[in-house]
């Protein structure tokens, strides 16, 4: 079936550092969007985009959807200890029959070192 | 406006029993997603429901099983459960449409199988 790449798989980083995580594909997409999950809990929409191009901040958060539409990246700007989690790309694929299901990337998983 | 309700929360079962899970969605979305999640691992999608319709199915046995009722929530069932199956299953209800594809998610159900 169709897949995301996503890198890297899993990050160590100290607070304060910036983070860099991304998305890739074959395909084309209409939309990427952005989740964060903590341990136990669903994940949580953090950004969503839907045009080629875009670029879009949450706080210290910020995404863009590839010009190529087959790639997006999330970055986060100065890690504090509440962004440790697992982020996951999805997106929507562009084909007509794509029925609007959603691909997922594996997650990148951030972890703050000590 | 309320979030993804899934009940129960937490559930223990024994290998060979079966179980039906519960998901309420956001009101007025009309597509529910379930996806399975093992420890460490991303999300398996299982299938999605739309106006009482399965429109996506994941690459699960038949043992996976859903259906989805005219107000829009819907029940995951799993027959002759197996240790394997013990994940946390997560359903994800979304608007439809090309701009409507965000997934928002439930806490999810953990599944113990002993």
């Known amino acids: 079936g169709q897949q995301l790449n996503q890198s890297p798989q899993s990050m160590f980083i100290q607070e304060g550092e910036d983070v860099s995580m991304n998305c890739t594909s074959s395909?084309?997409?209409?939309?990427w969007l952005w989740y964060k999950q903590d341990p136990g809990e669903g994940p949580v929409l953090l950004i969503a985009?839907?045009?080629a191009g875009e670029l879009t901040s949450n706080g210290r958060l910020t995404a863009q959807f590839g010009i190529t539409r087959k790639d997006s990246f999330l970055n986060i700007s100065a890690s504090i200890p509440s962004d440790v989690g697992i982020y996951f790309c999805?997106?929507?694929?562009?084909?007509?029959?794509?029925?609007?299901?959603?691909?997922w990337g594996a997650g990148t998983k951030l972890i703050i070192k000590p | 406006k309320a979030g993804v309700t899934q009940t129960p929360r937490y559930l223990i079962k024994t290998r060979g029993q079966q179980v039906t899970l519960s998901c309420s969605p956001i009101?007025?979305?009309?597509?529910v997603s379930w996806y399975q999640q093992t420890p460490g691992q991303g999300l398996q999608f299982l299938f999605e429901?739309?106006?009482?319709?399965?429109?996506n199915k994941g690459n699960f046995p038949g043992r996976f099983s859903g259906r989805q009722f005219s107000n829009s929530r819907s029940e995951m069932n799993v027959s002759t459960l197996e240790l394997g199956d013990s994940a946390l299953y997560l359903c994800?209800?979304?608007?439809?449409?090309?701009?409507?594809?965000?997934?928002?998610f439930g806490q999810g159900t953990r599944l113990t199988v002993v």
């Open positions: 009101s007025g979305h009309r597509s």
């Open positions: 395909s084309i997409f209409n939309t």
């Open positions: 985009l839907y045009k």
């Open positions: 429901y739309f106006s009482e319709t399965q429109r």
């Open positions: 994800a209800s979304s608007l439809v449409g090309r701009m409507n594809t965000e997934a928002f």
């Open positions: 999805a997106g929507q694929l562009s084909a007509m029959d794509s029925n609007y299901q959603l691909i």
